[in-house]
């Protein structure tokens, strides 16, 4: 209760205006990073990384808190307007999405999505605020052999979430734990895999990385994709949206109905939880569970605002559960959380049981904000800039795309004053690239990459306290759970052949 209270309390910082700026600014730069095609709220959050270093802790926090939510909120955009949907997340909002604006019930539809959006949002967070105390109490309980399992449980279910390319996702969390390994070793005082050069002795920092595998790849990406972004922008400029247009008939709200937007929310959460689930799990899962339920499942994919509420309820629900296990375990449920987790890095903040006990001053703002954004941000900023929204993908690319990789390549030197660091984000980005080409999943090498040092300083200290007794990891009760929890894992996910049930009356 008294961590309830406080993020009640972290309310108070928003009436002071340079955080309340912070937090709307980063609204803003989410949503439109999100309704551009290619962009994603991720990169946004990749490039203003650097600028963390200049702001406090909570501020820097409160600002990544509301660039996540408008992240999941924003690819809703151009999902519906003209049937590209911004952000992963909002795939399965096109399926209804589009069809709606072409009846002419755009504005509707979009009045849906800000409004599941709004409810997901408020519903994950008020779940992660209940939640994640308690789950950092039982967190305590789990020694040295338990953390090793939980992390090796979370790069499990990252590589066999990615159904299809298990093989390429397994490579790329190898890759990812390889790169971990460099420089000083994690309990004895000798360097590895530097091959003569100091300035891998202190290893490939955190920044880099996140540059590089974000921002440099995807303008590599763009770069190589012929997109006609010509006739994209004369989709857009023939759409006109007005205000008024935007709230949604409440018989159509009751219509859905009150137990679609709880039950989607609780998917979204739930999937959130989930390392390296995501937003598009979540949706998915929720947009085939409103089909599953329906009575007309043959209005889904022609236009059944349904649909939009169970998609957009479930992504942004997930902000709350990802957040879960990066808090109380450092283990990002997603890519943003896992650039939520550098933010708290970098400012000297270690997630883990203690987190909550020790430091949730700083942790309840976060929240605060999340709250914040889901319930006043998103329908404010639909009302005020919703017409004008959908103009933004006629930005001209050769503009953005170079405005962009000038941020990446100067916040890659300035968050660590490195020339060396610097060209290591190149490296990482030309890498990336080739990796996205080929079809791996480079969220399982950044999540080997993340957890590689613990995972092995775990490992080898189970080992040293057991003698070199591996079966250390199935004597202990801590342990035995989450390797009894890989295994139910692997077998629905990746042995078990799911049935396939076609979505009736989805669209091709």
Known sequence: MDFIALVFHSFSLLLDPMNLAYVIMGFIIGTIFAAIPGLTATLAMALLLPLTYTLNVETALMASASIYMAGMYGGSITAITINIPGAPSSMMTALDGYPMQQQGNGAKALGHAALGSMFGGAVGTLLLIAVAPFVAELSLLVKTTGKFSLLAFAIVVVVIAQRGRIPQAGLAACIGLMLATVGLDAMEPITRFTFGYSDLTAGIDLMPVI???????????????????????????????????????????????????????????????????????????????????????????????????????????????????????????????????????????????????????????????????????????????????????????????????????????????????????????????????????????????????????????SLALSNGDPMTFLTNPDSLFFVVLTLIFVYFLAIRKPAKKPLTGQSE
Not at 299 to 322: D, L, M
């Open 211 to 461: 540059i590089g595998t974000f921002a440099i790849s995807e303008i590599l990406i763009q770069a190589s994709t012929h997109t006609n972004m010509a006739a994209v922008a004369a989709a857009a400029e023939k759409i006109k949206i007005r205000r008024r247009d935007f709230r949604p008939p409440l018989s159509e709200i009751r219509e859905i109905g009150f137990v679609c937007y709880f039950k989607s929310c609780l998917i979204g959460y739930f999937v959130g939880t989930l390392p390296g689930a995501g937003g598009s799990m979540g949706s998915l899962l929720a947009y085939t569970e409103a089909v599953r339920t329906s009575h007309e499942p043959e209005t889904f994919g022609k236009g059944n605002p349904k649909g939009i509420a169970a998609s957009e309820s479930a992504n942004n629900a997930v902000c709350g559960g990802a957040m879960v296990p990066m808090l109380t375990f450092g283990i990002p449920g997603d890519p943003i959380t896992a650039i939520m987790l550098g933010v708290l890095i970098i400012n000297g903040i270690q997630p883990g049981p203690q987190l909550m006990a020790d430091q949730a001053g700083l942790i309840a703002p976060m929240l605060a904000t999340l709250l914040f954004s889901a319930v006043v941000l998103i329908p404010l900023t639909l009302y005020l800039i919703g017409p004008y929204c959908i103009k933004i993908v006629s930005i001209r690319k050769d503009l953005l795309y170079g405005v962009i990789a000038l941020l990446a390549v100067v916040g890659s030197y300035v968050s660590t004053y490195s020339t060396f660091q610097m060209f290591m984000a190149l490296g990482m980005g030309v890498l990336t690239f080739y990796l996205r080409r080929n079809g791996f999943p480079v969220i399982t090498m950044l999540l080997g990459y993340i957890l590689g040092p613990n995972l092995e300083e775990f490992l080898r200290r």
